[in-house]
């Protein structure tokens, strides 16, 4: 699969080079860390450095969270129509500036330049989808069971947000976020991960442009104090919520910490998706179904299929169709035109992928195309068969280009396998039995669930996991809820 590697690289150029920001964004201005220091940010492709951003410390975090508690009383009086239009206008800065967005999101994250741009369009859906949100947060109306009274029940903002964002989709988990965090009424201070701190830094220039108030929107960088800055985050008194997007290792932590004070909390975490294609299923949908769902993003997706469970009478006809479609992908720079994926984020997400095929094989699996890395970051897609329950990738989220492919004989047997999993993210299945679709949609332990498609991801939807995938839910009528408080006021003498 050598020969499947792009190699012409051209030089990325912005239309507006201002949107590459280097210092950290607090109350409106752009700041260093009080210590002076920095830390070095890294291309995946050519694992150069990209620049230097402040590291950031404690004490940094804190000036954030003032800002943001100073902000909060003025952003959260402002009528739902005011914000509604900050946000159109956010949204707009971002289409306006959607090809430098996805450069910056390219040389941070590695992906695919198409890629980046889809991935910037798609979160500019939630900065829309919430601006019109914020319109609609209705309070209610309860009859009183007594005379001359009345059940007010109040939606009000919660108060600051801190918000912690991954690597992988470095601007979308933020606009998903942030949005609708803005449109409730509550500030933020945003942690995004130290890998890609730039997408975050130019979303804040865009908010700026867009008119925010100062304090509103806070952006912290740190590397080697992300633990004592994600601590105080969770301790911090003045910070009313959090929303953590990651690993549930992580996950696990934050929500202990922040249980010191109550603090409400958002997760969204890891998964371990089956993907199942049933002997009734339409194998060419099937498959490119499991080719969005399995390499989006090179595997590094939360949502992407881990165990993908085939039935015995069609297993060696989808197998060998996956693998040819797999061997026309093009693995390079995702600034060269011809690439269609690109590296994974650092060595250590290659030691995890490479660590992943050599135990199945080690374990009876077959390589059918790839299973080994190329140069830097770069691991070539792989589909593996063969694979059985005892090896590494069937209870560990890989989180790279692995397609591992089980094979099964009754629809009982593998709805047990496919929920034997503490995580319950994003299940998917393959068929064309009406009567099965309804019974395994409603059998499957997930909070979301792909049904003859490997594409659930969008604004209008709810987004989150059940058991250990998380808490909460983002995008969709249900989103800006998480960053509500409800007030009842009972009035009498009326």
Not at 130 to 157: C, L, M, T, W
Not at 214 to 237: R, Y
Not at 240 to 248: D, H, L
Not at 341 to 354: D, E, F, S, W, Y
Request: net charge negative; glycine share 8%; with cysteine.
């Amino acid at each position: 699969m050598s020969r499947n590697f792009a190699t012409e690289i051209k030089s990325p150029k912005f239309k507006d080079p201002s949107l590459f920001c280097k210092s950290a964004f607090i109350n409106n201005e752009w700041v260093n860390a009080k210590s002076g220091e920095t830390y070095s940010v890294i291309d995946p492709a050519t694992e150069n450095e990209i620049g230097k951003v402040p590291e950031m410390n404690v004490e940094d975090i804190r000036e954030a969270i003032k800002a943001a508690k100073s902000a909060f009383k003025e952003w959260a009086n402002l009528t739902a129509k005011n914000r509604h239009d900050f946000l159109l206008a956010l949204h707009s800065q971002i289409l306006e500036n959607q090809n430098d967005l996805a450069t910056i999101l390219t040389l941070e994250n590695g992906k695919s330049y198409n890629e980046s741009l889809g991935e910037i369009r798609y979160g500019a859906t939630f900065v829309e989808w919430f601006a019109q949100e914020s319109r609609r947060v209705y309070g209610d109306v309860i009859p009183s069971p007594f005379k001359n009274h009345k059940i007010i029940v109040e939606k009000q903002p919660i108060g600051v947000v801190g918000l912690i964002t991954p690597w992988n989709f470095p601007s979308a988990m933020i606009t998903r976020k942030v949005s609708a965090a803005l449109a409730a009424g509550c500030t933020v201070v945003i942690k995004p991960a130290p890998e890609t701190p730039y997408s975050a830094l130019a979303l804040a220039e865009l908010a700026v442009r867009s008119g925010f108030p100062k304090g509103v929107i806070n952006v912290v960088t740190t590397d080697k104090h992300i633990k004592e800055v994600g601590l105080e985050l969770c301790t911090n008194l003045d910070v009313k919520k959090i929303s953590f997007t990651g690993s549930s290792a992580v996950g696990k932590l934050l929500m202990e910490q922040s249980s010191s004070t109550l603090k409400n909390i958002s997760l969204e975490l890891g998964g371990n998706a089956p993907f199942i294609i049933f002997d009734d299923a339409d194998i060419d949908s099937a498959v490119e179904g499991a080719i969005a769902c399995k390499f989006r993003a090179m595997g590094q997706a939360c949502i992407a299929a881990n165990r993908i469970y085939v039935q015995s009478s069609i297993y060696a006809e989808f197998a060998s169709r996956l693998a040819d479609k797999v061997s026309g992908f093009q693995v390079g720079n995702g600034f060269d035109p011809k690439t269609t994926h690109g590296p994974l984020i650092n060595q250590r997400a290659v030691n995890k992928v490479t660590r992943h095929v050599e135990d199945a094989v080690a374990k009876g699996a077959e390589i059918l195309i790839g299973g080994t890395k190329h140069t830097g970051n770069f691991f070539y897609p792989t589909v593996l068969t063969n694979m059985t329950k005892e090896m590494v990738i069937t209870s560990e989220e890989t989180f790279g280009p692995i397609a591992a492919l089980y094979k099964f004989e009754t629809e009982d047997e593998v709805m047990k396998l496919a929920n034997d999993s503490p995580y319950g993210l994003a299940g998917y299945f393959y068929s064309r039995d009406i009567g099965r679709c309804w019974r395994v949609a409603n059998a499957l332990e997930v909070g979301m669930v792909g049904v003859n498609t490997g594409i659930i991801h969008n604004c209008e939807a709810p987004f989150g996991g059940i058991k250990e995938s998380g808490l909460g839910r983002e995008g969709s009528k249900y989103g800006i809820d998480d960053f509500i408080d409800l007030k009842y006021v009972s009035m009498g003498g009326l």
